[in-house]
């Protein structure tokens, strides 16, 4: 019932998809980004777009076979630079993650903007 009340507010203000609502609820601002970004999950690697991306998690496609609870590792290729993140929710085209750090998600949204190398 609240997420449907939820996208109701959303379109009450104009937007359809819901998703600066959901802005307000994380409690950060995401930015559409669309690099590339190697996934980790247990030993496999998964090359994914990362995408919606903020300092509390980032929107990650194509899906990679993971569960809600699922830890993954977001590694930055080229770089030793890595963040941990849980998987919050899984859709059909990706799925959402959110930091475990919001220090990690801030690097690695300055990356994604090309504000860092």
Do not use: Y
């Not at 559409?32 to 090359?47: K, R, T, Y």
């Not at 903020?54 to 993971?66: C, H, I, M, N, R």
């Not at 059909?92 to 860092?116: C, D, K, M, P, Y």
Request: overall charge negative; aromatic content about 6%; proline content about 3%.
């Amino acid at each position: 019932m609240r997420d449907f009340l939820n996208k109701r507010a959303a379109v009450a203000h104009g937007n359809s998809d819901g998703e600066r609502f959901a802005d307000e609820r994380r409690g950060n601002n995401r930015r559409e980004s669309e690099v590339a970004v190697v996934v980790m999950v247990d030993s496999n690697s998964h090359e994914c777009m990362i995408s919606n991306v903020g300092p509390g998690g980032a929107f990650l496609s194509p899906g990679f076979g993971t569960e809600v609870g699922d830890f993954v590792v977001l590694i930055i290729p080229g770089s030793h630079v890595s963040a941990t993140a849980r998987v919050q929710r899984v859709e059909a085209h990706g799925v959402g993650v959110e930091f475990n750090q919001e220090s990690a998600g801030a690097l690695i949204t300055a990356w994604s903007r090309g504000l860092v190398n």
